[in-house]
């Protein structure tokens, strides 16, 4: 059962209050953080600026007494799509690859172009699961939805679904545990009926295939628990409309100033992998 266990993988959508001087900056701050981070992640031509952000991730979240490990385990969850997507990546050809190759079999053969976006599969995927975690696990579920209606306030008064919008946010955030939580019990039930999941004997394709069928019953428990939820909210006659702003956290000593440093090193980052990195170790 030790295999089937998903809740404890999850790290996103998990808040940790340990107290840092992290868990204080404003809800907006943490937001710049997010944005920053999340462009180079996504943005960077090279796999080395990537794996720049991911180290510099984790060391906001040592910074902010996030346990390391504890974001780590987000990846296991992922792992075996990750890894097919490189065997895909080694099956088909890209266009116009003339690089040379580093391992044939056959007619297939693995280039260093392919090296190179499985590379960046991996560190961007990697990354942005590092990032988003380390942001749920220093901002609460609160100060998640504040911090999209700090940033969108001058909108406010033109635009009425703001409030809604920040708590859809939220509340997504929110769902990712819920909805690990209720995989691991269906298939754990399953697996007492006599389904095989972790056994550890099946190839990737096969595990895939197992957990394929789980799809249907997962989503229709997140949806049962949006309903409810929505219920809840209709019962207590909640619209959000006639809502008082929420007044703005005191900003801390530094908090301007490290989402100046935060995107300011983004952007240099970019740059710098765009117009040097990049002709420096491009492989072909």
Excluded at 28 to 47: G, N, R
Excluded at 95 to 111: C, E, K, V, W
Excluded at 179 to 187: C, H, P, S, T
Excluded at 212 to 218: D, R, T
Aim: glycine content about 6%; some cysteine.
């Amino acid at each position: 059962m030790k295999n089937l266990e998903f809740f404890r993988n999850i790290g996103i959508g998990q808040y940790i209050d340990s107290g840092s001087w992290f868990h204080g900056l404003r809800p907006s701050t943490k937001y710049v953080f997010l944005l920053a981070l999340s462009a180079v992640t996504i943005a960077a031509p090279t796999p080395l600026a990537v794996a720049l952000v991911i180290f510099l991730s984790l060391g906001l979240a040592a910074a902010s007494k996030i346990p390391v490990p504890f974001l780590l385990r987000t990846l296991k969850p992922i792992f075996p799509v990750l890894i097919l997507t490189a065997v895909l990546q080694f099956l088909f050809r890209w266009p116009g690859d003339l690089s040379a190759p580093l391992l044939s079999i056959g007619p297939l053969s693995f280039t260093m172009h392919e090296l190179w976006i499985v590379s960046l599969i991996l560190l961007r995927s990697s990354g942005m699961m590092i990032i988003v975690g380390w942001f749920t696990s220093v901002t609460s579920e609160s100060d998640a939805a504040r911090g999209i209606e700090d940033i969108l306030r001058p909108l406010s008064g033109k635009v009425s679904f703001v409030h809604r919008l920040s708590l859809a946010a939220a509340t997504s955030i929110r769902f990712v545990p819920i909805v690990a939580g209720e995989l691991e019990e269906i298939v754990k039930a399953q697996a007492s009926r006599g389904a095989d999941f972790g056994s550890g004997r099946k190839n990737i394709i096969a595990k895939a295939k197992a957990y394929a069928p789980l799809f249907v019953p997962v989503t229709i428990r997140a949806l049962e628990r949006a309903e409810l939820l929505a219920e809840a909210m209709e019962a207590r006659c909640y619209t959000g409309e006639g809502r008082t702003p929420p007044p703005r956290r005191p900003a801390l000593r530094g908090d301007s100033l490290s989402a100046i440093f935060v995107v300011g090193f983004s952007i240099i980052v970019l740059i710098a992998d765009n117009i040097y990195i990049k002709a420096w170790i491009r492989p072909f």
